[in-house]
């Protein structure tokens, strides 16, 4: 009787292991899943928060370009802590808008750097030159979209729930 009584105490006690470590992994299950679905949401608010950035720079841009007699390229003095650059020209319209170094996917990136210092994580934001509108789009992995139309100044940012 006694080896029995051991045997259901050890039954009990992987029994108990077993339920405890099923809870552990339901729970780390919940906690993957809220910390994934929020990577999109954070992407998304980065993209936004470059939305602002991008406005300030571009109204910076312009004023210095008015006071400077409209001249056709400005030079830009962006010095960050990753990659010190010598400073560099931004091409600018007759409106007075930053004009990307070509009009395509590359010159949008190249763009984005002059006007802001840096490019976002390539794996967060997809960069798109749009021939229609003579804009570049940059696009977050959770669906929000900014756009600059370089011939008119015009940002256009876009949530992803935005109905047309």
């Not at 210095?64 to 931004?90: A, C």
Request: aromatic fraction near 8%.
């Amino acid at each position: 009787m006694p080896s029995q009584h051991q045997a259901e105490e050890d039954l009990l006690r992987t029994f108990a292991r077993l339920a405890a470590l099923l809870l552990l992994l339901v729970i780390l299950a919940v906690l993957g899943v809220r910390y994934f679905s929020a990577v999109d949401q954070v992407s998304a608010r980065g993209l936004q928060l470059e939305h602002h950035r991008l406005l300030n720079v571009l109204a910076m841009v312009r004023s210095q370009w008015l006071s400077l007699g409209r001249p056709e390229q400005m030079q830009l003095d962006w010095q960050t802590l990753e990659r010190p650059e010598p400073p560099g020209q931004l091409a600018m319209n007759r409106a007075g808008w930053p004009q990307a170094p070509s009009r395509d996917d590359s010159g949008c990136v190249a763009l984005w750097q002059q006007l802001l210092g840096g490019m976002p994580d390539k794996a967060v934001i997809r960069v798109q030159f749009l021939h229609q509108d003579q804009s570049c789009c940059y696009m977050s992995s959770a669906g929000e979209s900014l756009s600059y139309q370089m011939d008119t100044g015009r940002v256009i940012f876009l949530t992803a729930d935005t109905d047309y």
